[in-house]
């Protein structure tokens, strides 16, 4: 019989935490900043924070294992972070280990749009017999993807699979902060919303901004440009469903409907394009750490 897991998302701007148990029911959630995770010291202040929340909520030896979801590249042991740009008091180090060192728990760590993904899988009973493949978009500050094919997430020789918005645009020369020139994120996120914003709109609120100003040209290019990569994706894995989420994507008014049709139309015809299936997962401040926690009772009933 198992037990509990501790499930935590780590963003740029909070970090959450709650006790996941196997059927997916999350108990004691908490939000807080993670401010500290961008300096030195990272590793010892956020087993702290976990040793602290076992202690505030009765929980040691309930715990089986602590999952942890980070918005970076993780290899393929669930344990080292190679690259995260927005938490650099966690960058290239061995944090699964580490951590499992101090708190004497099993820890995994992952890509946090896996974690959504898991958790939109489970929640909407999409691979009920394993036999699927699906595909995560989840569109926020950067561009998340996440690629889960017959039970498993795709991981690749290194673990650093489905960085979808890391793969260049043609003529595009400007240099991403992965240090790459050209990817694809510099034009599909938040942040280049962001820049559209104040470039175009610089009276308009963020989250006016499709309301106002959707069927404008520079939004129109935004959207259309989105559909590049989903497209691209789309024809080589010829999935079962395509989870379309993340912050920009739930802004009021975003023009869903207008990127379907482009993604569709930049797609393979007749198929996959003509017989698509997008699914539209609704997210809360629980959803990563719900997914962190059921993520990591698959890995250890040997599903990963």
Do not use: W
């Amino acid at each position: 019989m198992m037990g509990q897991v501790i499930g935590i998302d780590i963003g740029g701007t909070n970090l959450r935490l709650g006790c996941v148990s196997a059927d997916g029911q999350l108990e004691h959630f908490e939000r807080k900043s993670s401010a500290p995770m961008l300096k030195e010291g990272a590793v010892d202040v956020l087993c702290g924070e976990i040793m602290d929340y076992m202690e505030r909520h009765s929980l040691k030896g309930a715990i089986d294992a602590v999952s942890v979801g980070v918005p970076s590249a993780v290899s393929k042991d669930k344990s080292f972070v190679y690259s995260t740009p927005n938490l650099k008091g966690l960058e290239n180090i061995d944090l699964g280990h580490l951590l499992e060192k101090k708190l004497g728990i099993r820890v995994f760590v992952d890509r946090d749009v896996n974690y959504l993904l898991c958790h939109d899988i489970k929640k909407y009973n999409l691979d009920p017999e394993q036999d699927k493949t699906i595909l995560g978009m989840y569109l926020g500050t950067g561009f998340g993807n996440a690629i889960y094919v017959n039970g498993r997430f795709h991981a690749g020789k290194n673990g650093v699979a489905g960085e979808l918005g890391h793969i260049p645009f043609f003529h595009l020369k400007e240099i991403c902060p992965c240090g790459n020139m050209g990817c694809v994120e510099l034009r599909c996120s938040g942040a280049h919303l962001q820049r559209i914003r104040n470039q175009h709109y610089p009276h308009t609120d963020i989250g006016d901004i499709f309301t106002k100003h959707g069927d404008e040209p520079a939004i129109l290019e935004f959207v259309e440009g989105l559909a590049y990569p989903i497209s691209t994706e789309v024809t080589i894995l010829d999935p079962d469903y395509v989870v379309m989420g993340g912050g920009v994507m739930i802004m009021k008014d975003f023009p869903m409907e207008y990127l379907i049709g482009q993604v569709k139309k930049g797609t393979r015809h007749p198929y996959p394009s003509e017989n698509l299936e997008f699914i539209f997962p609704e997210h809360t401040q629980t959803s990563g750490v719900a997914g962190g926690g059921l993520a990591a009772f698959d890995a250890m009933k040997g599903r990963h």
